[in-house]
């Protein structure tokens, strides 16, 4: 559970969510995440067991990885939901 509090893992979790990445792409789409902070998350993740690199080279999720993936998702679709019910009261 601490892992997924360091900065930058659910941005991976998420990044990763709809397939598989190669690092560059990954690095590309993390904004100013550089390449020494995204080689360690992915090193810890991995050692989590929430990603691994396929036969291709490019990371994605494992099933666990998956699962958070999706609880981001929802979790994001909760927060849309929350935002558009506070503009309403406004």
Not at 8 to 21: D, H, I, Q, S
Not at 54 to 73: H, I, P, Q, R, V
């Amino acid at each position: 559970m601490e892992l997924l509090g360091q900065r930058w893992v659910l941005r991976v979790v998420w990044e990763l969510e709809p397939g598989a990445l190669g690092f560059l792409e990954l690095r590309r789409r993390m904004g100013n995440c550089s390449s020494s902070m995204l080689s360690e998350r992915l090193q810890q993740l991995a050692a989590a067991g929430l990603v691994v690199k396929n036969e291709s080279g490019a990371w994605e999720l494992t099933d666990a990885g998956a699962e958070l993936g999706e609880a981001l998702a929802a979790l994001w679709d909760w927060s849309k939901s929350w935002k558009a019910g506070r503009a309403q009261q406004s």
